[in-house]
């Protein structure tokens, strides 16, 4: 099976923040999500625009999201969120690639996307991956700096935290080892969760009651790409059976069954849209009865079927 067939990547919401429930109802049903029970994880990548997401991802997971071309130049590729299945992966891994942060092509105002769609990732994710530039690291002016604010602060609307894994993945390492540059990293990322308002449940919540935080470097894919491509396939490693204790999403909490999976994600996107706080605890209850109604309904449609079939044998 060649890799497109594998991965099924389908365009889940777009630009303009459609949701595609017909494609993602074709998506779980190409991929047998249905059948996984509690046994996938969710996977995202969120970072600055043209930082090599997709390029990573595709490396990462085998997957074939479309990536930009350096000769081109620098320039929007991914819109909205892509979805795919990660082939050779177990448990099942579903990866969703986000349309990159600050890009010209939204403008400085039009963050309310870039918002929506960090609370969609965190809602419905497992692992977290932070894609950002190595000498963005103790720099005021970060790229990532706003993005962090962002995930932060829409970390807070959730009633409660999914103990999502936020792993840092530096591009372009430089000669310094990880080290040194991860020490500096967590300061950055304290002093960010340090300097946003919380309500007053969580006034004096520590971070890692929120994420477990974990922190990769990589090489330069243009200049180094065969260390590259080494580091990437032992970083894949982690990602096997990912879900169990000690493993990258070990510690999540509040998992929706995978048969839930698209009408939980298409009421959260909803609730997002709308600009409301998301009650995930209420939100997982609701699903619950959703698909217990639905079971119901075609239990008791296979009963009338039966009933009908030995009636006529009589």
Known sequence: MDKEAECCSTHLIEGD???NGVGLDSFIKQVKLAECGLSYAVVAIMGPQSSGKSTLLNHLFHTN?????????????????????CPGIEPCTIVMDLEGTDGRERGEDDTAFEKQSALFALAVSDIVLINMWCHDIGRE????????????????????????????????????????????????????????????AHKHTPLSDFFNVQVVALSSYEEKEEQFKEQVANLRQKFFHSIAPGGLAGDRRGVVPASGFSFSAQQIWKVIKENKD????????????????????????SFVANEVQILATI
Request: charged share 30%; with cysteine.
């Open 141 to 200: 002016q970060a790229a990532n700096k706003p993005l962090l604010k962002t995930v932060f602060q829409v970390m807070l609307r959730l009633f409660s935290p999914r103990k999502t894994t936020l792993m840092f993945v530096i591009r372009d390492k430089t000669k310094t080892p990880l080290e040194n540059l991860e020490p500096v990293l967590r300061e950055d990322i304290q002093k960010i969760w340090d300097s946003v308002p919380k309500p007053e």
């Open 65 to 85: 999201f479309r990536e930009m071309d350096a000769y081109r130049g620098r320039s929007q590729t991914t819109k909205g969120i892509w979805i795919a299945r």
């Open 278 to 301: 998301l009650d995930l605890p209420a939100h997982k209850v609701m699903v619950a009865t959703v698909r217990c109604e639905e079971i119901a309904n075609e239990k008791y449609s």
């Open 17 to 19: 923040g459609t949701f």
